[in-house]
């Protein structure tokens, strides 16, 4: 069954530093999700991607933050300055569709902010 | 005020019982998803639920959705060890983007 991958799997970063986590949705989807889930708290939305361009973004997604897709399979998000609160797990996720249609999570990326 | 949230947070019964999750969120909603997260791997979609639909089944999974009470419930019936994980309800509002709102999630544990 396709399903969503996620690299790398844990990233160590120095504060301040800039650091990029990449996921390749599944091929045949066309709606792109990043999320994030600080440990012992709810999964949070970050972004939502369509057509090449940010379709919705929450309070969190502020100017730290962006979102590419680069080539036909990848879709990255970048952090250029991290600060200690971006320490979290970040979910990719992809959907067929936008209406009613699930949406597949990779396995995450543990970002470490030291 | 929290979109969704889950009842109970945790719970613990044994192999082969039946465990019932609760969801509450607060807004209309298109339609209503149930995720599992076992420990350190990703969100698994279990079941969608729409919000003209009043029960749905999946195997072992039941759904109800209760829109006139803004409430769902996840039943897995006969459950196995291999159902202990977090289970979590997410709603997509219907004015705005596809975004999952979650809840905090129930943890369950299934005893052998």
């Known amino acids: 069954e396709p399903e969503v991958t996620q690299t790398p799997s844990h990233q160590v970063t120095q504060m301040g530093q800039e650091v990029i986590l990449r996921c390749v949705p599944i091929s045949n989807h066309l709606y792109f999700y990043w999320y994030r889930q600080i440990l012992g708290q709810k999964v949070e939305f970050l972004v939502s991607?369509?057509?090449?361009?940010?379709?919705?973004k929450s309070e969190i997604f502020d100017d730290q933050f962006s979102v590419e897709r680069p080539d036909g399979s990848n879709f990255t998000l970048k952090i250029r300055s991290t600060k200690l609160e971006d320490s979290a797990m970040y979910f990719c996720?992809?959907?067929?569709?936008?209406?009613?249609?699930?949406?597949?999570f990779g396995d995450g990326t543990r970002l470490s902010i030291l | 005020s929290q979109q969704g949230e889950e009842d109970p947070q945790a719970l613990s019964i044994q192999e082969g019982e039946n465990a019932t999750m609760n969801c509450s969120y607060k807004?209309?909603?298109?339609?209503l998803q149930w995720y599992r997260q076992n420990s350190g791997r990703g969100l698994v979609h279990l079941i969608l639920?729409?919000?003209?639909?009043r029960e749905k089944h999946s195997g072992r999974l039941r759904v109800t959705l209760d829109t006139s009470k803004k409430s769902s419930s996840l039943l897995i019936t006969a459950s196995r060890a291999a159902d202990t994980a977090s289970y979590f309800c997410a709603t997509v509002v219907v004015q705005g983007a596809q975004k999952l709102v979650f809840g905090q999630g129930t943890r369950l544990t299934i005893n052998p």
């Open positions: 807004t209309s909603i298109n339609n």
């Open positions: 991607f369509y057509n090449n361009e940010i379709s919705e």
């Open positions: 996720a992809s959907s067929e569709q936008v209406r009613n249609q699930p949406q597949h």
């Open positions: 639920i729409r919000s003209n639909e």
